[in-house]
């Protein structure tokens, strides 16, 4: 019997509810600056996919900004305020 891959593995993590990096990171066993790698590849696989990738933002637990300029990264800190209470961001796949 094959055992699955970290990306399958993630992948199928994802299909079932929104997750964060950190939670991926445990329940997959890998470290979260790896979870972020994967996620960029399965993102860019689901493009002609029927399916979407969906992604909430991190946002400043502070001010509340929401716009950072790359959704699929861990900001350290909030350009806006400079807080480092920052929430993580959360991924989904979904049917298109």
Same mark, same amino acid.
């Given at each position: 019997? &094959?055992?699955?891959? !970290?990306? =399958? *593995?993630? +992948?199928?993590? #994802?299909?079932?509810? @929104?997750?964060?990096?950190?939670?991926?990171?445990? %329940?997959?066993?890998?470290? +979260? *600056? !790896?979870?972020?790698?994967?996620? *960029?590849? /399965?993102?860019? %696989? #689901?493009?002609?996919?029927?399916?979407?990738? #969906?992604?909430? $933002? @991190?946002?400043?637990?502070?001010?509340?900004?929401?716009?950072?300029?790359?959704?699929?990264?861990? @900001? %350290? *800190?909030?350009?806006?305020?400079? %807080?480092?209470?920052?929430? &993580? $961001? =959360?991924?989904? /796949?979904?049917p298109a």
């Open positions: 019997m &094959e055992e699955s891959t !970290t990306r =399958q *593995r993630i +992948t199928e993590a #994802l299909r079932e509810e @929104p997750t964060t990096p950190r939670q991926l990171s445990a %329940s997959v066993g890998v470290p +979260t *600056r !790896t979870v972020y790698e994967h996620v *960029r590849h /399965i993102a860019q %696989s #689901l493009d002609h996919a029927d399916e979407q990738f #969906l992604v909430a $933002p @991190p946002a400043c637990r502070e001010c509340g900004f929401d716009d950072f300029d790359d959704p699929l990264n861990y @900001p %350290s *800190r909030c350009p806006e305020c400079r %807080s480092e209470r920052i929430a &993580e $961001p =959360q991924f989904v /796949i979904e």
